[in-house]
């Protein structure tokens, strides 16, 4: 099993441009979610899926927009990217029954906008 | 608002003593708290967790301590290795009111000597 994959792992953008993050997981997990972590900030969730063609906003989703679309695929799209996007993104997936609702990471996607 | 807060930043312990990280939180809807691990360019991984039932979690050389009416936890490393110099993330949730969402401290990074 991979667990959970992001494509790409690293990118430059210029401000104004438009990009999609994937996420794929094999683990047959219903709930999915988009971070960012930046310094002395922790993770902060962007938006999240509790199933296959439903998300819902986190605490952070000003500038993103997702889609679930199959089960295993979780989208972040950035509109128009900003230097306050400057960040490492990281997917993860959980079980609906699991016990502490551990979440499962991705590698991370490092994002510079200039 | 910062309802997870890890007050310190770093720390550094000698090889074979033990390491203590704390987390304070603020909701008291939080039930069930979780610890995670994360390496450089790597994605968190899930190291312990403890349900708000309990006082106390034990697997292996890492314990997790909670203290309800303090609304504090910490993670205990005994004895701290080379290899468990990371960052070290404090999570927490509420089913009631927040289903399976996290929500994360800032982190500490932990830096054992040899």
């Known amino acids: 099993n991979a667990g959970v994959t992001q494509t790409p792992k690293f990118r430059v953008l210029k401000t104004g441009q438009s990009m999609t993050l994937l996420c794929a997981q094999d683990m047959n997990h219903e709930y999915m979610y988009w971070y960012r972590q930046d310094p002395g900030m922790g993770l902060r969730l962007i938006h999240y899926s509790v199933g296959e063609g439903t998300t819902a906003k986190g605490e952070v989703p000003d500038g993103y927009n997702v889609s679930r679309l199959k089960k295993q695929n979780f989208l972040l799209g950035l509109e128009s990217a900003a230097p306050s996007q400057t960040s490492v993104y990281f997917c993860?997936?959980?079980?609906?029954?699991?016990?502490?609702?551990?979440?499962?990471f991705g590698p991370g996607t490092r994002l510079t906008v200039l | 608002d910062q309802q997870v807060k890890q007050n310190s930043p770093s720390l550094s312990v000698q090889e074979g003593r033990i390491s203590i990280l704390n987390c304070d939180y603020t909701n008291s809807m939080f039930d069930y708290f979780l610890w995670y691990k994360k390496y450089p360019a790597e994605g968190p991984t899930f190291l312990i967790s403890i349900s708000s039932i309990k006082d106390k979690n034990e697997d292996g050389r890492f314990t997790v301590f909670l203290n309800k009416s303090a609304k504090h936890l910490s993670l205990h490393i005994v004895p701290s290795q080379p290899g468990d110099s990371a960052v070290y993330f404090c999570?927490?949730?509420?089913?009631?009111?927040?289903?399976?969402?996290?929500?994360f401290g800032e982190g500490t990074q932990l830096t054992v000597n040899p």
């Open positions: 993860a997936s959980s079980y609906r029954r699991s016990s502490y609702n551990e979440q499962f």
């Open positions: 999570a927490a949730s509420a089913r009631e009111t927040s289903g399976s969402r996290l929500t």
